[in-house]
Every structure is written in structure tokens, then in C-alpha cells.
């Protein structure tokens, strides 16, 4: 997962993507919900953008954990204040609980089946203290995806283009999603190529997979800033 494109990931999405509006979304919604809440741990938090605006803008104490070291040494120059865990989402143990525990941008989907999607919500569930929230921004339901959808982005960053294409593979309740990079950097031109596979899972499927953990969930549709949003508290 981004194994070959880590040092370019923030280049390419601080290309489109709004972090600074998100994290004051997920404070706003943390804050609704929990007042008092003061630490967050963010789950497979990738370079630690969520997690350094919610701390410097927000004045929460955010940790994170992801399973790709790169990001985790991106993370820990970017954030040194934030404890950093190298972790799979559906099994992890940390020896401290959250009043918060984040879960952004479609990670999610990279449990891959729905088994393994209660695991994750299970392990959320086990680090949040009395009153904890948990927010989880979905990868797309299945009726939304089709095979054969390109996107395509571009960055350019202290001297490096890069571009991506990306394409979709949709295989019975999987997304295989292809990242093709081309990459140019003091004249000359190499090609990188990654496959993501995502699990696509229902809105009722999902509840259905909180509910089975002791977690009381809700939907927030989709909108211009996230895709969609399921906010959690211990029933």
C-alpha cells in the first residue's frame, strides 16, 4: 500500500485535498459529541496530516498508527509530538484508551472483508475511554463503483513531477484499484505501478458491523469534504 509512492503521497493529494477543513470536521464533530475530549488516535493515519492540524489548529493530543513505515518516518518528523504505533488496524494493542479514535480517508476498506471489518471497529472500540467517540470515513458502497473508472492527478514538488492514473477493477465485493505513476525528476522518466485492493461493504453491512462490537452507530452522507462519515459511541 503506497509502498513505492510514500515520499510523493502528500504532493499529490495536498494537490486536491481540503485536510484543513477536514480535521476542523472531525473536531467539530468530536467536540458535539464529547466536550471534554482531549486525545484522539488516528488509524491509519499515512503522513500525519490529520493528525498535525488537529493537534497545532485544534489542541487535541493525537497519536497515530499505520502499517507502512514510510509513511510512520513522515509522520513522526511532521507530528513529533504524537506517539506513533506500526500496526494492522484489525489487531492492534496500545497500552493507553482515547477519547477519540479517528479512522479517515476510505481506510477502512483496506480490511478488505467484512469479518475482518469487525475485528477493526472491535480494536476502535477497545481503545476508547468512557463516553469515547469513533469516526469512520468510508470507502464507497458497492453501487457506486464500476470497473473501468480512470482518475487522474497530478503534483509537482521541489523539482519532481509526478503523475498518476488511476483504475478500477471491480470483482465481486472487491476493488482492485491500479495506480500507474510517472515520474520525472532531473530529466529523466521512471514508471511505478501499485494495486490496492479495497473491500466494498453497504451502508447496512457496516452498521450491521458496528453493532456487532457493541458500537451505536449513524451515517452521515456523503458531501463535498468526506464520503460519508460513521460516527460511534459504546452502546
Partial sequence: MFSASAE?????????????????????????????????????????????????????????????????????????????????????????????VICMFSSIGYVKTLPALEQALGCFAAHLKSNGVIIVEPFFPPEKMVSGHHS???????????????????????????????????????QITEVHDLGLFTEDETLGAFAAVGLQACHEAASASHRGLYIARVR
Fill in 8 to 100: 510523493l503521497y502528500d504532493a499529490i493529494y495536498f494537490a486536491f485535498k481540503d485536510y484543513a477543513a477536514e480535521a476542523e470536521q472531525i473536531a467539530s464533530n468530536i467536540r458535539s459529541l464529547h466536550p471534554e475530549a482531549r486525545t484522539i488516535l488516528d488509524v491509519a493515519c499515512g503522513t500525519a496530516e490529520h493528525a498535525r492540524l488537529l493537534a497545532t489548529r485544534h489542541g487535541f493530543e493525537v497519536d497515530g498508527l499505520d502499517l507502512n513505515t514510510d509513511f510512520l518516518r513522515l509522520a513522526r518528523t511532521k507530528h513529533p509530538s504524537g506517539r506513533f504505533y506500526t500496526a494492522d488496524m484489525t489487531r492492534f494493542v496500545i497500552d493507553r484508551k482515547y477519547d477519540a
Fill in 152 to 190: 487522474k492527478r497530478s503534483a509537482n514538488v521541489n523539482g519532481v513531477q509526478v503523475e498518476r492514473v488511476g483504475t478500477t477493477e471491480i470483482k465481486d465485493r472487491m476493488c482492485h484499484l491500479r495506480f500507474d505513476y510517472t515520474i520525472t525528476e532531473a530529466g529523466r522518466t521512471r
